[in-house]
C-alpha cells in the first residue's frame, strides 16, 4: 500500500510516518517500480503502535527501545510493563503536584475575589500575590 493509505489505516498522517521514518521508528519502506514507498501490513501494525505507546505518554525514544528489543527478536513485554509502572508512578507524583498547586491558585482566587482593587498597596507589585 502508498503512503497515504498507510496513513489512513494508521489514522495518522503522511507526514508523521516520513518523520517516523526520519526518527527510526520505522524502517524504510520498500519502493514500488515507479518509486513510491509501498508499506505492508507490518508497518501499518507498527505504526499503530508508536501511536499507542505515544497515548500511554512515552517518549519516542522509549518507543524506539522497545522497538529496537522487538526487531532483535526480543519479547519486550516485561520492558514494556516496567516502562508503563515508572509512568504510571510519574503520573501520580505530578497529578499530586497539579493539585497542591491547584489548591495555591485557588487561595489566591479567593484572597483576589475579596480585594478591593481601589486599596491595592502602592508599595507592592500586586497585593493579590
Same mark, same amino acid.
Given at each position: 500500500?502508498?503512503?497515504?493509505?498507510?496513513?489512513?489505516?494508521?489514522?495518522?498522517?503522511?507526514?508523521? +510516518? !516520513?518523520?517516523?521514518?526520519? #526518527? &527510526? @521508528?520505522?524502517?524504510?519502506?520498500? *519502493?514500488?517500480?515507479?518509486?513510491? $514507498?509501498?508499506? =505492508?501490513?507490518?508497518?501499518?501494525?507498527?505504526?499503530?503502535? +508508536? !501511536?499507542?505507546?505515544?497515548? #500511554? &505518554? @512515552?517518549?519516542?525514544?522509549?518507543? *524506539?527501545?522497545?522497538?529496537?528489543? $522487538?526487531?532483535? =527478536?526480543?519479547?519486550?513485554?516485561?520492558?514494556?510493563?516496567?516502562?508503563?509502572?515508572?509512568?504510571?508512578?510519574? @503520573?501520580?507524583?505530578?497529578?499530586?503536584?497539579?493539585?497542591?498547586?491547584?489548591?495555591?491558585?485557588?487561595?489566591?482566587?479567593?484572597?483576589?475575589?475579596?480585594?478591593?482593587?481601589?486599596?491595592?498597596?502602592?508599595?507592592?507589585?500586586?497585593?493579590?500575590?
Amino acid at each position: 500500500m502508498r503512503i497515504g493509505e498507510a496513513a489512513t489505516a494508521a489514522n495518522i498522517t503522511t507526514k508523521t +510516518i !516520513r518523520f517516523y521514518e526520519q #526518527a &527510526g @521508528l520505522l524502517p524504510p519502506p520498500g *519502493r514500488t517500480t515507479n518509486g513510491y $514507498r509501498s508499506y =505492508n501490513e507490518i508497518s501499518v501494525n507498527r505504526l499503530q503502535f +508508536i !501511536r499507542r505507546a505515544q497515548t #500511554a &505518554g @512515552l517518549a519516542l525514544a522509549q518507543i *524506539r527501545d522497545i522497538l529496537r528489543m $522487538r526487531d532483535e =527478536n526480543h519479547t519486550p513485554c516485561a520492558h514494556v510493563a516496567e516502562m508503563l509502572t515508572r509512568q504510571l508512578s510519574a @503520573l501520580d507524583q505530578r497529578i499530586g503536584e497539579l493539585q497542591a498547586l491547584r489548591a495555591t491558585v485557588a487561595e489566591f482566587q479567593a484572597t483576589a475575589l475579596e480585594a478591593d482593587p481601589n486599596k491595592c498597596d502602592p508599595n507592592r507589585i500586586c497585593s493579590l500575590l
